[in-house]
């Protein structure tokens, strides 16, 4: 057995871990990039820490998923402004724009240089300058990955900033930042975490840390991802679903994932959609379509053996099946009311593009098993594409 597991050099979680920004800051400069979501203003708490302590705050705002020419402009103003770290506070676009200014700082270029499929791939030689993560979300779990999404808007696709050195210097959890979540965000990114947990734990390259991981996170998630979305206040199921999304990031970044994550990238890039709102849409039909696959094609492989252990996870039945764990899946994302692709502008004319496009994705190569076009096609049409 040989497998490798990295993360952030340090993460510290509980209620309040956030306000610890500045004094662990001051370690790394004295001017800071902070990179926030579109309202800068929920970052305050972080720029009075950073001042307090001594380091200056330099805002630099994302009003969406990132793109190429968003990242450019951020460094440009790190640059400017000579900041010696960089500081993500936010969901996960404003974390995987400041990871990739971090990147950026410290390697010459242009982004493009150094971007997967569209790009030159070239690797990032260079240390990041120091990250630190701050997510206010429960979903992505970017806080702990070593990679950057970023769309390309020329291209129409959404495509990775990759290398080990881009893991944060300190990943800072705090739960209470997730609690004035509305409950369509708590949703679709916590149906992102849950997929973030169930993807590592059947792709092709699970390992036993990403496993325990995952096994953990999906019980929490199990019993408080819809608490968190009825009442936005429950401390403990908001720890849950922050915890949750923690041990998605380090499973994801340590195994991989699979094709719910190939069709969001691919669908992220065309369209104006939330990466979280479309792998909620996908999750229950990638299931369904993967483990009627291995059924067909590799019965008696550890594939089909793990989504019935993600069935007994999710449902707290020690007889559940594959099929249970699917139908669980569907009536919380009803629960829910997540949305269908349809709902982003897709239309069965899409669904070509989106399939080419999705088969060249990293996270699809890690799919328990290779899905044909005309299985990919009915996904997404069950999705409501079509």
Same mark, same amino acid.
């Given at each position: ?28 400069? /004295? ?13 305050? @708490? ?23 020419? $968003? ?7 790190? $640059? ?50 120091? @990250? ?77 840390? $990403? ?8 019980? /929490?998630?199990?019993?408080? +991802?819809?608490?968190? @979305? ?16 923690? @041990?998605?990031?380090?499973? +994801? ?126 996904? +997404? ?6």
């Amino acid at each position: 057995m040989q497998f490798e597991f990295a993360t952030a050099n340090r993460v510290m979680f509980g209620p309040g871990a956030a306000r610890q920004a500045g004094r662990l800051a001051r370690d790394f400069g /004295r001017r800071a990039l902070v990179v926030t979501g579109r309202d800068a203003g929920r970052a305050q @708490f972080l720029v009075d820490s950073l001042r307090q302590s001594g380091v200056a705050a330099v805002l630099f705002s994302v009003a969406g998923e990132p793109d190429i020419e $968003t990242v450019k402009h951020g460094l440009e103003r790190a $640059t400017g402004e000579n900041c010696e770290l960089v500081v993500g506070c936010g969901g996960g676009s404003a974390l995987d724009a400041g990871k990739a200014i971090a990147a950026l700082l410290a390697n010459p270029g242009d982004v493009l240089d150094y971007l997967e499929i569209i790009g030159g791939g070239k690797p990032l030689l260079e240390p990041s300058v120091p @990250f630190i993560a701050i997510p206010t979300t429960a979903g992505t779990g970017s806080e702990v990955t070593r990679n950057a999404v970023l769309a390309s808007p020329a291209h129409r696709v959404k495509a990775s900033l990759r290398g080990a050195s881009m893991l944060p210097k300190i990943a800072l959890v705090d739960p209470e930042l997730t609690y004035g979540l509305p409950p369509a965000i708590t949703a679709s990114t916590g149906l992102d975490a849950l997929t973030q947990l169930i993807e590592p734990y059947v792709c092709s390259r699970a390992q036993p840390m $990403t496993d325990a991981l995952c096994a953990e996170g999906m019980r /929490r998630a199990a019993r408080s +991802l819809l608490a968190a @979305f009825e009442e936005g206040g429950n401390a403990g199921a908001r720890q849950d679903m922050a915890l949750a999304s923690l @041990f998605g990031g380090m499973a +994801l970044a340590n195994a991989g994932l699979g094709a719910v994550h190939g069709f969001a990238g691919a669908i992220g890039g065309m369209f104006d959609a939330p990466h979280g709102a479309i792998c909620a849409a996908l999750l229950p039909h990638v299931m369904e379509a993967n483990i009627r696959a291995l059924r067909q094609r590799d019965s008696a492989g550890e594939a089909l053996r793990r989504y019935d252990v993600v069935a007994r996870i999710v449902t707290g039945k020690d007889g559940a099946r594959a099929d249970d764990g699917v139908d669980w899946v569907r009536q919380l994302s009803g629960a829910m009311r997540v949305a269908p692709l349809t709902a982003y502008g897709l239309t069965a004319g899409d669904a070509a593009e989106v399939i080419e496009k999705a088969a060249k994705a990293s996270s699809m190569k890690a799919n328990p098993i290779a899905l044909a076009p005309a299985e990919l096609a009915g996904i +997404l049409k069950c999705a409501g594409c079509g």
